[in-house]
C-alpha cells in the first residue's frame, strides 16, 4: 500500500508517518528528511538543493522525483511505503504514478488553520543525532534542548525562523493544494481534522488505514 501525507507544512506529518511506520511497518520516505542528509554530507545534490530549501522554495521535480525513485526501488519498500512530503507538485503526483506497481493507494490530507502551523512550527525542536520530532508548546524534552530519546542536542530547523515559514506556506497554497483535486478525481483522497493530540490525530488516521485493509483483504479472499 501506498500510503501519502499530504497537508501543510507543520501539520505533523513527520511525527504521524513515524508512528504509521511503527504500526503497519510500511517504511517512512520523507524527501525534506533525504534532503536534509544531503545537505549535511555535502553532496553535489545536496549543495543544489541548500538555497531552496533555506528560503523555503521547492527543490526542482527532477531531483526531488529521482531521490524518491531510488528510494522506492530498495527492498523494504516492495510491500509499501508511507510518504511525507512528497509529492508536492502536479508534476511529482504524475512521476509517482509511474512508479511502482502497488495497487492500493491513500491520500490523507491534514486540515488545520494556518496560526496553529505558525506556531507549531516556531516550536519545533529536532534532535541533530537521531532526528526525534519534539515541540516546546505541546511535545517538549524532558531536558530543556536535550533529546530524551538519545541525549543529542535539539536544535531548530533554518526554515522554521518566521520569514521562510512564511514562504512554505504559500508555496503549499499555490503549488501543493493543487493535489487535492487530482487525488479526489482517482478516489483516494482522504482529509482529516489535523488537530487535536498526537495519538488523536493518529487514530483517525489508522481508521482509514484499516478500513483500506479489510477492503483489500475481502477483494483477495473473494479472488
Ligand atoms: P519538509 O521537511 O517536508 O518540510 O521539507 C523541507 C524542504 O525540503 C522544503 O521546504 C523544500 O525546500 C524541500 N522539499 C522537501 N520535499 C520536497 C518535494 N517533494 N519537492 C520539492 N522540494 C521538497
Redesign the pocket.
Known amino acids: 500500500m501506498r500510503i501519502i501525507l499530504l497537508g501543510p507544512?507543520?501539520s505533523g506529518?513527520?511525527t504521524q508517518s513515524s508512528l504509521v511506520q511503527k504500526k503497519y511497518g510500511f517504511p517512512k520516505i520523507?524527501?525534506?528528511?533525504?534532503?536534509?542528509d544531503e545537505v549535511q554530507k555535502k553532496t553535489p545534490l545536496g549543495k543544489k538543493?541548500e538555497n531552496?530549501?533555506n528560503?523555503?522554495?521547492?527543490?526542482?521535480?527532477e531531483?526531488?522525483i529521482e531521490m524518491?525513485k531510488e528510494r522506492i526501488r530498495k527492498r523494504d519498500c516492495q510491500q509499501g511505503y508511507v510518504l511525507?512530503?512528497?509529492?508536492?507538485?502536479l508534476a511529482?503526483a504524475k512521476a509517482l504514478q509511474k512508479i511502482g506497481p502497488l495497487t492500493q493507494e491513500l491520500v490523507i490530507d491534514f486540515k488545520m488553520h494556518e496560526k496553529i502551523l505558525v506556531d507549531r512550527l516556531q516550536a519545533r525542536r529536532i534532535c541533530s543525532r537521531c532526528g526525534a520530532i519534539y515541540n516546546l508548546l505541546v511535545h517538549p524534552p524532558r531536558k530543556e534542548e536535550v533529546c530524551d530519546v538519545c541525549g543529542g542536542r535539539l536544535g531548530q530547523?533554518d526554515?522554521d525562523k518566521p520569514e521562510?515559514i512564511k514562504e512554505?506556506l504559500r508555496?503549499y497554497h499555490q503549488k501543493t493544494s493543487k493535489l487535492i483535486h487530482y487525488y479526489q478525481q482517482r478516489n483516494v483522497y482522504h482529509p482529516i481534522d489535523g488537530e487535536g493530540k498526537i495519538l488523536t490525530v493518529f487514530h483517525r488516521i489508522c481508521v482509514i488505514i484499516d478500513k483500506e485493509l479489510a477492503s483489500s483483504a475481502k477483494d483477495e479472499a473473494r479472488r
Not at 520523507?30 to 536534509?36: A, E, N, Q, Y
Not at 528560503?55 to 521535480?61: A, F, H, Y
Not at 511525507?84 to 507538485?89: A, C, H, I, L, N
Open positions: 507544512p507543520g506529518k513527520g520523507s524527501t525534506g528528511d533525504l534532503l536534509r538543493a531552496f530549501m528560503r523555503g522554495e521547492l527543490v526542482s521535480d531531483i526531488v524518491v511525507d512530503g512528497f509529492p508536492r507538485s511529482q530547523r526554515d521562510v512554505r508555496v
